[in-house]
C-alpha cells in the first residue's frame, strides 16, 4: 500500500503532492511508513491553519510557538535538524502568495542532504507555476481489500455479527471498492440498519449505496443497461471483436499471456449506434460501466478543480475496476485541446495531457470506450495506433443492416411482425440511420394510433417518405468523415464493400 509515496520519501523528494480527502488515513499511513518503514525513522509534524506545527500524535493544544502563519510554519521547518517528515495540510489557498511560496522553496533548497520531506496534503491539485519543477504530486490510494477487510471486521465486531464466509466477505469488500474507508464505513453501517444484519445478501444494499455515492461526486455515472447487444441490428464486425473478449479481464486470459485490453474508440455517423453498443457491452462482459461525462470536470471556479475531478474520477475507476469507463462524444470533450490558442488558461489542454498520460500509464484494468463523430475536432494523439486497441468506424447501415434494426425495433413493439415486408423497408429507407428508422416506425405508430388502427406496412414507407435523413441533408460532413474512416479505421459492419458503392 502507497508504496510509491514510501519510495518518493525515501529518495529523498524534498516536495510531495499527496491529493488526498482522506487525512486520517493518509496521515496513519505516512506515519506507519515514517517510524517502522523507514530508516532513519522519521518525526512527523503537522502544520494547520488552525493549530500551527503539532507533532503527530500529540494533542492539538501542544503545539510549536509561533506557527501558525504559513511562512513562520515554514521557517520553523527550514530550522529543524532531526530526520522529518512534515505534512501540510490544506496550504493550497496560501501557496500562492508570494511570501508561501518564496519560504517553500528556501525549504526545498534547504533540505539537500538531510532526511526531510514537505508533505503537501489536500483534496485538491494546485500547484503554483513556481513550484511545478520541485514537487511531484500523487493520489493517495483509496482503501484496498485488506484495508476494507478491517474495516469490515471491525463493524462485524462492533454489531457482534455472525462470522461471515470467505465468500461473503469477500463479496462484501468487493462491492465496497472504490470507496473512502469512511464510506466504506457508512455503505455496511446503511446495509447493517436495513434488514439488522450483514450477510452476503447485503451486497446489493452495499452496492446500491456506492452507486449512489459515486453518483453524487457527479463526474462518473453509473449507468445500468438493459438492452443486450442483440438489440444492436448490423455492426457484426464490431460485435465480433467485442464478443471475442468477453473474457479478457479473466486471470485466465493473463495466464495465457494475453495483454490487457485498453480501450477502443468507435468513430461514426451520428445515430448508427454507437453509444448504444458501448453500453450494450457492459453487459455482454460483465463489467460495471462508468460514464465519465467531461463537460463536469471543468470547472473553472478554482485553479486545479478540473484536474482535482479528473484524477478523482479516474480513481474511483481504477477501485472498481475490472470496468468499463465510457466516454461518449470524445470530439466534444477534448475540443480545441490541440491548438495553441488558449482560451481558459490551457486547463483544457491540460486535462487533456494528463488524460492521455493515464491511459498510457495505466496497468489496471479500466477499459475505455470512448465514441466520437467529428473526426476532425479530435486531438491527432487519440488516432495514433497504439493508443487504443482499435479505432472502429460506424458508418450508415447496408441494407441488410437495415433489415436487422427493423426486425429489431418491430419486434420491440409487437409480437408478430409477419406482416411487415422488412425486405422493402429496407429498400426505403435508403440513406437512414437506425435512430431514423426507429423514428420512423413510432411515426407511423402515431399516425396509425391517431386514427385508432393498427400501423401498417404503408404507414412506415410514408413515414419514411417524409423524413429527410440526417446522411443528406448533412451529406457533405457524412462524406468527409466516410472518406477519412475508410482508410485509418476498421469498418464495423462486415461487408465493407457495401458503403464504398453507396452514393448519395
Ligand atoms: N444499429 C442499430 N441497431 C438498433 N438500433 C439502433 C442502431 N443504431 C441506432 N439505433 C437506435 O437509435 C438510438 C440512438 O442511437 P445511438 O445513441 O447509439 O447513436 P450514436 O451513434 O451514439 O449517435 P450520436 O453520434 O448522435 O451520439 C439507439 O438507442 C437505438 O434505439
Ligand atoms: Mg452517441
Known amino acids: 500500500m502507497n508504496q510509491e509515496l514510501k519510495i518518493l520519501i525515501q529518495a529523498q523528494y524534498p516536495l510531495i503532492y499527496l491529493v488526498t480527502s482522506e487525512e486520517e488515513r493518509a496521515e496513519q499511513a505516512i506515519s506507519t511508513i515514517a517510524q517502522s518503514e523507514l530508516k532513519p525513522q522519521r518525526r512527523v509534524f503537522v502544520w494547520t491553519v488552525t493549530h500551527g506545527i503539532v507533532e503527530y500524535g ?18 520553523w521547518i527550514i530550522r529543524q535538524k532531526e530526520p522529518s517528515i512534515f505534512i501540510l495540510k490544506d496550504l493550497h489557498p496560501f501557496i500562492d502568495a508570494p511570501a508561501t511560496n518564496r519560504s517553500l522553496r528556501d525549504a526545498i533548497a534547504s533540505f539537500k542532504g538531510t532526511h526531510k520531506n514537505i508533505i503537501l496534503m489536500s483534496p ?77 445478501d447485503e451486497v446489493d444494499i452495499v452496492l446500491s ?79 460495471p460501466l462508468l460514464r465519465l461525462d467531461m463537460g463536469r470536470v471543468y470547472d473553472g471556479s478554482m485553479v486545479g478543480r478540473s484536474e482535482a475531478n479528473l484524477r478523482n474520477a479516474l480513481k474511483t475507476a481504477e477501485s472498481i475496476s475490472p470496468a468499463i469507463l465510457f466516454i461518449d462524444e470524445l470530439d466534444k470533450s477534448f475540443a480545441g485541446s490541440g491548438g495553441s490558442s488558449d482560451s481558459d488558461g490551457g ?35 487519440f488516432l495514433r495506433k497504439g493508443r487504443f486497441d482499435e479505432i472502429f468506424f460506424v458508418d450508415l447501415p447496408t441494407p441488410e443492416e437495415r433489415q436487422d434494426i427493423f426486425n429489431i425495433h418491430l419486434t420491440k413493439r409487437r409480437e408478430d411482425i409477419s406482416r411487415f415486408d422488412l425486405e422493402q423497408l429496407a429498400k426505403m429507407s435508403d440513406g437512414f440511420s437506425g435512430a431514423e428508422i426507429e423514428q420512423a416506425i413510432v411515426a407511423a405508430m402515431y399516425e396509425a394510433f391517431a386514427q385508432d388502427r ?50 448519395f
Open 347 to 381: 486547463t483544457s489542454s491540460r486535462i487533456f495531457g494528463s488524460f492521455l498520460t493515464w491511459m498510457q500509464d495505466k496497468k489496471s484494468p479500466v477499459f475505455v470506450m470512448a465514441t466520437a463523430n467529428r473526426v476532425e475536432r479530435l486531438p491527432g494523439e
Open 124 to 200: 485538491m491539485q494546485q500547484v503554483p507555476i513556481e513550484l511545478e519543477k520541485e514537487v511531484v504530486v500523487i493520489d493517495f490510494t483509496l482503501p484496498d481489500m485488506a484495508e476494507l477487510n478491517k474495516v469490515l471486521t471491525q463493524h462485524v465486531d462492533q454489531n457482534r455479527g455472525r462470522r461471515l464466509t470467505t465468500e461473503a466477505r469477500e463479496k462484501l469488500l468487493r462491492a465496497a471498492l472504490g470507496l473512502t474507508k469512511d464510506e466504506a464505513e457508512k455503505v455496511y453501517r446503511k446495509a447493517q440498519v436495513t434488514t439488522g444484519r450483514l450477510t452476503e
Open 209 to 287: 449505496e456506492k452507486k449512489q455515492l459515486i453518483r453524487r461526486n457527479g463526474i462518473l455515472e453509473y449507468i445500468e443497461e438493459d438492452e443486450t447487444i442483440d438489440a444492436v441490428g448490423g455492426l457484426e464486425e464490431l460485435k465480433r471483436w467485442l464478443k471475442q473478449r468477453s473474457n479478457a479481464f479473466t486471470e485466465r486470459a493473463r495466464e495465457y499471456g494475453l495483454p490487457q485490453p485498453k480501450g477502443m474508440l468507435i468513430l461514426g455517423v451520428p445515430g448508427c449506434g454507437k453509444s448504444l453498443i458501448a453500453k450494450t457491452t457492459s453487459r455482454l462482459w460483465g463489467l
Open 454 to 503: 393498427e400501423f401498417t406496412q404503408l404507414d412506415i414507407i410514408a413515414a419514411l417518405k417524409a423524413t429527410l435523413p440526417l446522411s443528406r441533408t448533412m451529406q457533405e460532413q457524412v462524406t468527409a468523415l466516410r472518406d477519412w474512416a475508410r482508410q485509418r479505421a476498421r469498418p464495423a459492419a462486415s461487408s465493407v464493400a457495401e458503403y464504398q458503392r453507396m452514393e
Open 58 to 75: 500529540q494533542p492539538r493544544n501542544v503545539t510549536q510557538h509561533n506557527t501558525v502563519s504559513p511562512e513562520a510554519a515554514i521557517e
